[in-house]
């Protein structure tokens, strides 16, 4: 049994860490939280200063640590970088987790996740579909409680590297929709998004963006420019993680959520 320190525990990521740690009842878990009581689970909640250089490392030397992966054009790259950077000068072991994707938006409300909805590139309720790239492009996709399984199975690994991928299923966005189409039994709407036009920051708008974004805790600018971000990030292949080396390699045992169990499940006959 490790002691297990969630950082940022409290929010949608964090909380279906937490959730599916506690089930496991394989380690002892603590949020650590800017502020008191963020009331996961019944979890203790320890209380940091991430400013505190020397406070956050003595936590750390005794306590795990997991995040998420950027790439260059991410707004929090520099910081992680910067982060990544400080890890490397301690005696501490880390890895970040690649996941790519969260399939949990196309099977929501009926599958369980916390994540809020995002509508990225295919809306089954309305049945459009604004796909980037060629849509050919190999994306990969974890669903968010497969991911906890991933890296709660990962504490028991020797070794871990910079950066664990890890990933439930991998597709493209034309066998998304042809997935999507069999199991609703109707056909979808579907336009392209080009590279060229993703890099204009722009992309074709599907009917519950203008809500979602409004809604956003980003200012609504930047909630649309991340949707273009995305956009490319799947065009160039950036969700097109490492299957060698992958905790799906490492674990194949484990039962994991397909893109077409999701739309099954969120889909298909109740
Ligand atoms: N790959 C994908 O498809 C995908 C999808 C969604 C999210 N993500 C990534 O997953 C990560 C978590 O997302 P989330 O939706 O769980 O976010 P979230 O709900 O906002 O939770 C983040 C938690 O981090 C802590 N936090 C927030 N701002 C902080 C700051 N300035 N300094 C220190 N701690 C801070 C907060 O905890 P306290 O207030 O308790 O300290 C908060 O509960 C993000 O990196 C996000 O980019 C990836």
């Avoid at 504490?155 to 034309?174: A, H, I, R, V």
Wanted: include cysteine; glycine fraction near 8%.
């Amino acid at each position: 049994m490790v002691v297990v320190a969630v950082a940022g525990g409290s929010g949608n990521v964090g909380r279906t860490m937490v959730e599916t740690l506690l089930e496991l009842r394989e380690h002892e878990i603590i949020v650590l939280s800017r502020k008191q009581s963020p009331g996961v689970a019944n979890v203790e909640s320890v209380v940091v200063d991430y400013g505190d250089v020397g406070a956050i490392a003595e936590a750390l030397t005794q306590h795990d640590g997991w995040g998420s992966l950027p790439n260059k054009r991410s707004p929090v790259y520099a910081f992680r970088e910067a982060s990544n950077a400080e890890l490397r000068k301690t005696t501490l072991e880390w890895t970040r987790v690649s996941n790519g994707f969260f399939p949990d938006y196309y099977g929501s409300p009926r599958v369980k996740t916390h994540l809020p909805t995002i509508t990225f590139a295919v809306d089954i309720a309305s049945r459009e579909a604004a796909l980037p790239g060629t849509r050919n492009e190999s994306i990969a996709f974890t669903y968010s409680f497969d991911l906890a399984r991933f890296v709660s199975a990962s504490l028991s690994l020797p070794k871990w590297e910079e950066t664990t991928y890890c990933y439930g299923d991998k597709t493209t966005w034309n066998e998304f929709i042809k997935v999507a189409e069999d199991i609703t039994g109707s056909r979808l709407r579907v336009t392209y998004d080009p590279v060229e036009k993703l890099q204009k920051g722009e992309f074709t708008e599907l009917p519950p963006h203008a809500k979602e974004a409004a809604a956003s805790p980003f200012p609504e600018a930047l909630a649309r420019s991340l949707l273009s971000i995305l956009g490319l990030w799947t065009a160039e292949g950036y969700f097109n993680i490492s299957v060698e080396g992958s905790l799906y390699q490492k674990f194949p045992n484990k039962k994991l959520m397909t893109v077409r169990d999701i739309l099954l499940q969120g889909h298909g006959p109740k």
